[in-house]
């Protein structure tokens, strides 16, 4: 599925998985994956969605003129309403309502920019591991089909940025020492770390997670080793340093504050489909069925390398990273899940979102591996494979492209019959409750202009 790129007949006749120099037609063909990734972010993106609660509180900054006045409200707010957000994005949405006016895509464009990142950063990850242009392109359609994932495309809130941070700092991390001196790869890895921290207190797990995996795979794959002098680099001592500095300071002002005790709710109020089905078919692999399968194997792979004999590790070997890092994925959905019941808050698919993003590039990483084997015995067969497999997710994500589609196409026709909204008076009164606001944004939103003054009221000023 996942290690092919087929080359021309007059090619050198190197091993289909093995890296070959970017001539025009590998440039072409990732520039083209590039553009198929721009289509999948147009699939989900929110055309005439109207703004919903946790959107309003960022909607609400816009109708404040100063930033010093935001800045407070982000300090005293992040201890109760916004509670667990750094405040970040807010700020950013600050800035964009008081450029663009009342647009509910000004609000969102941060989440959509996160989006292109992400693809971005996945492809380049995947070609990093000799995944070839059916094997990216097989990702394209594997998150495509993570609906739950890329719904929040369409959401004025951090938790596309966190997943596009974290995948940035895979990418990063992932990639020898050699490539850390071309610009694009230093930028992706300081824009992740230093984007990541500002937006979200869960990056932090996820960034000395992906550092832990990536320094532990370059030994176990022998592109590394264990020395202190190597491992600082592979870390990346500067790059660290100043995302520690970054986090602890803004945590001290926004999420680590002491806050408000108002946490009284039952944990699983929102799993309406049971723990597991809302952890894998609802989440994590939305984009394949059968996912006790995947992750018995993922599980079962790095055990079985710790105990087989000496003599049959080395087959098993390109295995163990894949699965490592799916099984580290959903670990660390587990314990934030764990750290919301302890709170007595709700466990919630979103918290979950940066693993979203790193199963399928795992699943898909995974089973490159399995075609780099098979094609050293048999190329037709490895070819067979990988479009069988690309087959296979493409029928998969068909019912949500679908959907998707129709759904999009259906927004475009009613935005094309609806005619502008007549600019009416503005309100000066305060709504009486949260649903009034949020329709009054949106009436807001319809009609245009600057963010209504009104809504300052609702931070109390």
Same mark, same amino acid.
């Given at each position: 599925?996942? !290690?092919?790129?087929?080359? +021309?007949?007059?090619?050198?006749?190197?091993? %289909? !998985?093995?890296? =070959?120099?970017?001539?025009?037609?590998? =440039?072409?063909?990732?520039?083209?994956?590039?553009?198929?990734?721009?289509?999948?972010?147009?699939?989900?993106?929110?055309?005439?969605?109207?703004?919903?609660?946790?959107?309003?509180?960022?909607?609400?900054?816009?109708?404040?003129?100063?930033?010093?006045?935001?800045? /407070?409200?982000?300090?005293? /707010?992040? =201890? /109760?309403?916004?509670?667990?957000?750094?405040? &970040?994005?807010?700020?950013?949405?600050?800035?964009?309502?008081?450029?663009?006016?009342? /647009?509910?895509?000004?609000? *969102?464009?941060?989440?959509v920019l996160s989006a292109i990142f992400l693809v971005f950063c996945a492809l380049f990850f995947l070609r990093s591991k000799n995944v070839g242009i059916v094997g990216r392109f097989a990702l394209l359609v594997a998150l495509a089909a993570q609906s739950n994932l890329m719904n929040y495309l369409g959401e004025a809130r951090p938790y596309l940025p966190l997943a596009a941070t974290v995948v940035g700092a895979l990418a990063y991390y992932a990639s020898p020492l050699a490539m850390r001196v071309r610009p694009c790869v230093a930028a992706i890895g300081w824009g992740s770390v230093i984007l990541g921290a500002l937006l979200h207190p869960y990056f932090a797990i996820y960034w000395f997670a992906i550092i832990g995996f990536c320094v532990w795979s370059a030994w176990l794959t022998g592109s590394g080793s264990l020395k202190f002098?190597?491992?600082?680099?592979?870390?990346?001592?500067?790059?660290?340093?100043?995302?520690?500095? %970054?986090?602890?300071?803004?945590?001290?002002?926004?999420?680590?504050?002491? *806050?408000?005790? &108002?946490?009284?709710?039952?944990? &699983?109020?929102?799993?309406?489909?049971?723990?597991?089905?809302?952890?894998?078919?609802?989440?994590?692999?939305?984009?394949? +069925?059968?996912? *006790?399968?995947?992750?018995?194997?993922?599980?079962?792979?790095?055990i079985a390398y710790l105990l087989l004999p000496t003599r049959i590790k080395g087959a098993l070997r390109p295995f163990v990273p894949p699965a490592t890092l799916l099984v580290v994925a959903l670990l660390i959905s587990i314990l934030v899940s764990v750290v919301s019941y302890t709170q007595s808050y709700w466990i919630l698919s979103r918290q979950w979102v940066a693993s979203q993003a790193l199963v399928p590039i795992a699943f898909i990483w995974f089973a490159s591996e399995i075609i780099h084997q098979v094609e050293t015995r048999s190329r037709p067969l490895a070819i067979a494979l990988a479009l069988a497999g690309l087959a296979y997710l493409a029928v998969c994500a068909w019912p949500s492209v679908h959907m998707k589609a129709g759904q999009q196409w259906a927004a475009l026709q009613a935005i094309r019959q609806t005619p502008p909204a007549a600019p009416g008076t503005i309100p000066t009164d305060a709504p009486g409750d949260m649903a009034d606001w949020v329709r009054l944004a949106n009436e807001n939103v319809a009609t245009g202009g600057p963010a209504w003054p009104v809504f300052r009221k609702f931070y109390g000023r």
């Open positions: 599925m996942a !290690g092919l790129e087929i080359p +021309p007949l007059e090619s050198s006749g190197a091993p %289909l !998985g093995c890296p =070959r120099a970017r001539g025009p037609r590998q =440039r072409a063909a990732s520039a083209g994956l590039f553009l198929a990734g721009l289509f999948l972010v147009g699939l989900y993106l929110p055309v005439s969605k109207p703004i919903w609660i946790d959107e309003f509180l960022q909607f609400a900054l816009g109708a404040f003129e100063s930033t010093a006045e935001v800045l /407070s409200i982000i300090h005293e /707010s992040t =201890r /109760s309403i916004n509670h667990g957000q750094t405040g &970040f994005y807010m700020l950013l949405d600050h800035y964009l309502v008081r450029v663009y006016g009342a /647009s509910a895509f000004a609000l *969102r464009l941060p989440s002098a190597e491992i600082r680099r592979l870390i990346n001592l500067p790059l660290l340093i100043s995302g520690l500095i %970054l986090i602890f300071s803004l945590g001290s002002v926004t999420w680590l504050q002491r *806050r408000e005790t &108002f946490f009284d709710f039952d944990p &699983f109020q929102w799993v309406t489909q049971g723990i597991w089905t809302e952890f894998t078919a609802f989440s994590h692999f939305t984009f394949i +069925p059968n996912a *006790r399968i995947y992750v018995a194997i993922a599980v079962a792979i790095p």
